[in-house]
Every structure is written in structure tokens, then in C-alpha cells.
T-cell receptor, first 114, second 113 residues
Framework: DAKTTQPPSMDCAEGRAANLPCNHS???????VYWYRQIHSQGPQYIIH???NNETNEMASLIITEDRKSSTLILPHATLRDTAVYYC???????????????FGKGTLLTVNP | DAGVIQSPRHEVTEMGQEVTLRCKPI?????LFWYRQTMMRGLELLIY????????DSGMPEDRFSAKMPNASFSTLKIQPSEPRDSAVYFC???????????FGPGTRLLVL
């Protein structure tokens, strides 16, 4: 799986958009970008994933650059409860076999301030 | 749905004792994962089951660790004998066939003295 690079920490004001970047310059054509987050003392939580097109769900939006070498997770209106470590993971889609592993890096600690 | 259930939530034991961690996956999920999280090594996959069969146990640290999944609704991770370096948070996760999302439990915080 391609490696990812994320800033170790970011701050965001409550109510503002939080934009979390991720670099994955060695991503392959069949690899997806996944985002999980881990709130303190809880298990990781799936947020969103995408291949080429931008994706949006009830939690966040995922913007992937045209060359797919980087992406941005957007939390449109951050709340205090969004304070967590956010993990960007790149891997081949689950198609059975060995394509099940999630390799977690160090992630970005997002702190939402009141 | 109750989500992935893990027990106990906290465990304190002495070196040399046997420790058993339990996991109940979400009903209908056929894949189950055990992870370990420490400050030094982050989140690591220990073992992966598919349809109750262990598929990949390459992440299991050593023979002191063993995992079983006797049926679709229950799995155990056992450490015997436990050592202080086993102190960590152990997470269980499950996923539905053919989907990308892994659902994690709340974890078991293990402290081996």
C-alpha cells in the first residue's frame, strides 16, 4: 500500500471548516483513499473513502486532486466533538484475498477550539 | 445495533497471568480483526478472520498470543503468559462482506504489572 504523509497536528475554530491534507504521491491506480478518525479513548471510526471523484457524506467531504497524489478531508462546520486523530489510509479496495489491511500511520491530531 | 462489543473494558493483571479478551462482532459481519495500539507502535493488525477462519496471523507478536473464533458471533484473544510489554489497548473490528468499512469496538485497556 502507498505511504501517506499528514501534518502531525492542526487547530480549527469551532464552527469553521477544518481542512485536513494528506499526501500520497506514490498511490497506484487501483488504490483508494480512506479516512478514519479516533476520538480519545475510543476505537477508530470510518469517515469516508474515494478513488478519483470527490465524495461527500453526512460526516465530511473528500477532495482528491486530479493527479491523485494528494487529498483533503473537509469537515464543513467543525465542533468540539470533532477533536480527534484523523488517519489518511491508502489501499486497494476490498476484493477478498489480502486486500483487507488498514495500515494506520500517525495521523493528524485535529484540535477544535471554542 | 449495539456495535462491536468488547469485554472487559479494562484489565489489570500481573506478569505471568493468563489474559483473555473477548469480542462480539456486529451481526451479519463475516470479517473480524484484532488490533493492538501502543504509543510507540500505533495501531497494528494482529490477526484477521474471514468466516470464522484465521486468514492472516502474521501480526501476532509471538506464541504467547492466540486467537480463536468458534462461531460468527464470538472471538477471543488470549495472552499466556502475559508480560508488561503487552500493556496496550486491544481493539476488535468487524466488517460486512464486500464492504470497505471496518467497525471498531471500544477497546480493552490492558495493563500488565
Amino acid at each position: 500500500d502507498a505511504k501517506t504523509t499528514q501534518p502531525p497536528s492542526m487547530d480549527c475554530a469551532e464552527g469553521r471548516a477544518a481542512n485536513l491534507p494528506c499526501n500520497h504521491s506514490t498511490i497506484s491506480g487501483n488504490e483508494y483513499v480512506y479516512w478514519y478518525r479516533q476520538i480519545h479513548s475510543q476505537g477508530p471510526q470510518y469517515i469516508i473513502h474515494g478513488l478519483k471523484n470527490n465524495e461527500t457524506n453526512e460526516m465530511a467531504s473528500l477532495i482528491i486532486t486530479e493527479d491523485r497524489k494528494s487529498s483533503t478531508l473537509i469537515l464543513p462546520h467543525a465542533t468540539l466533538r470533532d477533536t480527534a486523530v484523523y488517519y489518511c489510509i491508502v489501499r486497494v479496495a476490498n476484493s477478498g484475498g489480502s486486500n483487507y489491511k488498514l495500515t494506520f500511520g500517525k495521523g493528524t491530531l485535529l484540535t477544535v477550539n471554542p | 445495533d449495539a456495535g462491536v462489543i468488547q469485554s472487559p473494558r479494562h484489565e489489570v493483571t500481573e506478569m505471568g497471568q493468563e489474559v483473555t479478551l473477548r469480542c462480539k462482532p456486529i451481526s451479519g459481519h463475516n470479517s473480524l480483526f484484532w488490533y493492538r495500539q501502543t504509543m510507540m507502535r500505533g495501531l497494528e493488525l494482529l490477526i484477521y478472520f474471514n468466516n470464522n477462519v484465521p486468514i492472516d496471523d502474521s501480526g501476532m507478536p509471538e506464541d504467547r498470543f492466540s486467537a480463536k473464533m468458534p462461531n460468527a458471533s464470538f472471538s477471543t484473544l488470549k495472552i499466556q503468559p502475559s508480560e508488561p510489554r503487552d500493556s496496550a489497548v486491544y481493539f476488535c473490528a468487524s466488517s460486512f462482506p464486500g464492504t470497505e468499512t471496518q467497525y471498531f469496538g471500544p477497546g480493552t485497556r490492558l495493563l500488565v504489572l
